[in-house]
């Protein structure tokens, strides 16, 4: 019973490669005859797994999908990773899947080795996350979205736009995108005939599903771009444009991709498309960079660091008076203490 064990295992460690397995090559790799992989075939599902034959010279083996999820093997990386993820996941911005992950992750962890389960808390102790607290979607609504996007289905759903008045849209949902902070939906609105950037934690989702379309293709480079440039009109309350005096390259070291969308303009220079909550949220981001800058949008900020500008000149003169007078005979030069 214990060698037949064994095998079981060493036979779905071999199908879970996802290829196609002959009879003759698994009972090599098992030494046993063919009829024995057969029963242990059967015996696989007899055990919940759907292994898929086909007759023949060209024919053999492959583990399929089944109607029930059966055990699973691992292997080490593997289940580090999974137990990671699920650590992530349960601190994570999906609604309701903080207590599922925290039970799988709990079963996952009781089979562990000693070995692996040392690993798993080595990483879980030594890391923080820097995460922003973004607000939480449903999970219920990331699925509905995802099957949408796998029918190619039309998507029907409820609105909540920025300044808090409800709207119904249908467009054609293109993916999810996760940006670190906050899930959005990309989607080809057929009313405007343009790409559009939707938060999902906004999403109501409607039923039925609308009809089906036929998808649009899209890098996934630019889906990625599209985002990063729907998020300035969506999660922004202050769009802005500014002309940054570096390179590109430079600067992209000093951001994270939900700063938001970099485009060189030539070697020395840049452009930005950012936003903030405030004016003055921006100005400060805007000046935590350290490079010099031209707001090209909006002019709101511009007189705004024109102020910012007057007040921190006032407050560096009236720091030197602390240490002196202002000798105006000499067109103010500072005379006093060293």
Request: charged share 25%.
């Amino acid at each position: 019973m214990v060698e037949t064990s064994v095998r079981l295992l060493r036979l779905l460690s071999l199908l879970q490669s996802g290829r196609d397995w002959p009879g003759g090559e698994l009972a090599a790799r098992l030494g046993v005859t063919t009829r024995t992989v057969r029963a242990d075939m059967e015996r696989l599902r007899a055990l919940g797994y759907r292994v898929d034959s086909r007759p023949g010279a060209a024919g053999g083996y492959r583990l399929g999908r089944g109607s029930a999820l059966p055990p699973l093997l691992l292997d080490d990386e593997e289940a580090v990773a999974v137990a990671v993820g699920l650590r992530a996941a349960a601190a994570g911005t999906v609604t309701g899947i903080e207590e599922i992950s925290l039970r799988a992750l709990a079963k996952l962890e009781q089979s562990l080795p000693s070995r692996l389960r040392h690993r798993v808390d080595a990483l879980r102790t030594a890391t923080v996350s820097a995460a922003g607290g973004g607000p939480t979607v449903p999970a219920a609504t990331l699925t509905e979205v995802a099957a949408a996007i796998h029918r190619r289905e039309r998507l029907r759903f409820d609105y909540v736009r920025r300044d808090g008045a409800d709207s119904r849209r249908e467009v054609e949902p293109h993916r999810l995108v996760y940006t670190g902070h906050r899930w959005y939906l990309l989607a080809w609105d057929p009313q405007r005939a343009d790409w559009r950037t939707f938060r999902a934690d906004r999403i109501r989702p409607r039923s039925p599903n609308g009809p089906r379309f036929a998808p649009r293709e899209v890098p996934e480079a630019e889906v990625d771009w599209r985002v990063r440039r729907g998020v300035g009109s969506v999660a922004w309350r202050h769009p802005a444009r500014v002309r940054l005096h570096a390179p590109a390259a430079v600067v992209a070291a000093l951001l994270t991709p939900a700063a938001g969308l970099l485009e060189p303009l030539d070697e020395g220079t840049c452009l930005l498309e950012t936003g903030g909550n405030s004016l003055p949220e921006l100005a400060g981001f805007l000046g935590s960079l350290d490079v010099d800058f031209d707001v090209l949008d909006p002019p709101e900020l511009r007189e705004l660091l024109a102020r910012l500008a007057a007040r921190y000149a006032a407050a560096a003169a009236g720091a030197g008076l602390l240490h002196g007078t202002v000798d105006t005979s000499d067109g103010g030069r500072l005379s006093g203490r060293s």
